[in-house]
Every structure is written in structure tokens, then in C-alpha cells.
């Protein structure tokens, strides 16, 4: 069965520090992989989506960005946070679409927590 | 482009109904509904495709139409288990983004 590693769980960092969420996936290959970002008591917002190495698209204009060094492996990562940049970070996957009509269900990790101090 | 849910919130007692809207601006391709329970990720209860289907979860079920570009969740004799912020993810073209709507919160007390 697929399984989602998402970590840390919990971040405190202060402000202009950097940052670096890391998502893996175990158990299928070549899947989509999510960065979602939710602040406090509000939606989900798509920040990066990828459906394959090296293949990555920006969805909001911010100080984060992204890579996929592995096929199963998303990084999320800033150079400098700000404290707008708090949140709730979700990494997410989903299998491979079987047709532009249709989009695979997302499966979510924990989620990491981030307090920008 | 993000989906509209309505309502925002709900407040019920248990076995009490409940509906939740979800409705786009944009041509839908799917729907998928998901529920999060505070401080936990989202996760996935169903999806529905072109064709106005109904789909059912336990006694969650959800219908799709496509030509109002609206979808709606049913939540019949809710559970205290039920509560939990309930997000639409609508499917563009091109089958790889969903993008959520702002989520109904849904309350349940005995």
C-alpha cells in the first residue's frame, strides 16, 4: 500500500532564517506530488504541483519554491521566511490522471507546522 | 478560479441533516470532497466525474452537476464523528490541479 512521510511535524524558525519541508512517498511510482499551505482556520491554497522530476509549477508568486530531486521525493524550501509564511504545510500525492477529465484524489501527509518568528 | 462552498458553517444535532454546496464560475470536470478534522490533514471521502452522479460514504453522499457547474454533499442523520471542515477540490483541465474552496465547518453535538 502507498504511504506518505511528511517531516517535521512541528517548526519554529525565526524570521530571514531558511527552510527546507521534505515529503516522500512509498509504494507507487511516477505520482503527481502537492505543496498545499493553509493558514490558520482558513482553506487550502495549491502553492507547488509536480508531475514529474524536474517538471514543477508555481501556482502563487512568494519566497518558496520547490524541487523533486527523486521521483517520490518533494522538497519545499525558502532562502528567507517571512511571518507570512506560517501555516499548515501538506505535501499531497495522487496517481497519474487517466484522462484530462479527471483528476486523481489527493492523498495528504501529516502536515508540518510552521511558526515564523 | 477557486470553487464556492456554501454554507460556512453549520451547526447540528445529532441525526439531524445537513447539506454543503460547492459551485464554480468555471467549467468542472470533477469534484472531490474531503473532510479535516482539526489539527489533521484532509482527507479524501469521494470523487465525482461528469454526469451528474450520485456517490455515497457511509451516509455522506454527494451529487454533480456538471451543466450548473454545482456540486452538493448530503450528510443524512450526522454522527458526532461528522464534524470536521468539509473542502470541495475541483478538477481543471488538464486533470492535474485541484483547487479547494475556503471549506464549511460542520458542528455536531449531542
Known amino acids: 500500500s502507498q504511504t506518505i512521510h511528511q517531516w517535521p511535524a512541528t517548526l519554529v524558525q525565526p524570521v530571514g532564517s531558511p527552510l527546507s519541508l521534505e515529503c516522500t512517498v512509498e509504494g507507487t511510482s511516477n505520482p503527481n506530488l502537492y505543496w498545499y499551505r493553509q493558514a490558520a482556520g482558513r482553506g487550502l491554497q495549491l502553492l507547488f504541483y509536480s508531475i514529474g522530476i524536474d517538471q514543477i509549477s508555481s501556482e502563487v508568486p512568494q519566497n518558496l519554491s520547490a524541487s523533486r530531486p527523486q521521483d517520490r521525493q518533494f522538497i519545499l524550501s525558502s532562502k528567507k521566511l517571512l511571518l507570512s509564511d506560517s501555516g499548515f504545510y501538506l505535501c499531497a500525492w495522487s496517481a497519474f490522471p487517466i484522462s484530462t477529465d479527471y483528476n486523481s484524489p489527493l492523498h495528504f501527509g501529516n502536515g508540518t507546522r510552521l511558526t515564523v518568528t | 478560479q477557486q470553487p464556492v462552498q456554501s454554507p460556512q458553517a453549520v451547526i447540528l444535532r445529532e441525526g439531524e441533516d445537513a447539506v454543503i454546496n460547492c459551485s464554480s464560475s468555471?467549467?468542472?470536470?470533477?469534484v472531490h470532497w474531503y473532510r479535516q478534522k482539526h489539527g489533521e490533514a484532509p482527507v479524501f471521502l469521494m470523487i465525482l466525474l461528469k454526469g451528474g452522479e450520485q456517490k455515497g460514504h457511509e451516509k455522506i453522499s454527494a451529487s454533480f452537476n456538471e451543466k450548473k457547474q454545482q456540486s452538493s454533499l448530503y450528510l443524512t442523520a450526522s454522527q458526532l464523528s461528522y464534524s470536521g471542515t468539509y473542502f470541495c477540490g475541483t478538477s481543471l483541465l488538464g486533470g492535474f490541479k485541484t483547487i479547494f474552496g475556503a471549506g464549511t465547518r460542520l458542528f455536531v453535538k449531542a
Open positions: 468555471k467549467a468542472l470536470y470533477s
